[in-house]
């Protein structure tokens, strides 16, 4: 009986050290998920005595290719509310916020809003894509390799999609990770 009772009591301990490691796992998650939160809401575009500025310092001399073979130049959406989506043919949220984007962009164009959509993909898959859901708004090319941009503006894992508004003035008004909601999107056009 002392046997069976010492197997018992390794049993009970090798438990109690699993549930241990397993609580001390999922804190040490919940303290990095929380830091990441507290990152992501407080990330601002701010100059250096701590005034709202632009996203970084060649924001605007940014350039794309776009799918009609033209270029896409973001100083020429410069001085108006803009909403940047970073999106790829092979991402299902992606794909399921677009034509909540387009109706945005065809509702609050004449209030000075503007879109761009920088696809994080192949030309010849964005493409065809545009073939069958064409946009109203530009498209830009940011190619599958180029995550930079992103990084720059608050989104260090380059995950899809990804929004960004940049106000009137030029800072970074709001960020969003993961798929866009039409209460997103009305909240975002009282934005300026």
Request: aromatic share 8%; net charge positive; proline share 6%.
């Amino acid at each position: 009986m002392n046997e069976a009772q010492s197997e018992i009591d390794k049993t009970v301990e090798s438990r109690q050290t699993s549930r241990r490691g397993l609580l001390l796992g999922a804190g040490a998650l919940a303290t990095a998920v929380g830091a990441g939160i507290g990152w992501w809401r407080n990330a601002s575009a701010l100059t250096s005595d701590g005034r709202a500025g632009e996203p970084f310092a060649d924001f605007w001399e940014q350039r794309w290719d776009t799918p009609q073979g033209t270029t896409l130049r973001l100083q020429d959406f410069r001085g108006k509310p803009l909403l940047i989506n970073f999106w790829a043919t092979w991402c299902p949220p992606c794909i399921e916020e677009l034509p909540l984007i387009n109706a945005f962009f065809r509702q609050n164009q004449a209030n000075g809003w503007q879109v761009i959509g920088l696809a994080v993909d192949r030309p010849a898959a964005v493409q065809a894509f545009l073939k069958k859901m064409p946009l109203d708004f530009p498209v830009g090319l940011v190619g599958m390799t180029d995550g930079e941009l992103g990084k720059k503006l608050g989104n260090p894992s380059g995950s899809l999609p990804f929004s960004v508004v940049v106000g009137a003035q030029g800072a970074v008004l709001h960020r969003k990770l993961g798929r866009l909601r039409s209460d997103d999107l009305s909240a975002w056009a009282q934005l300026k």
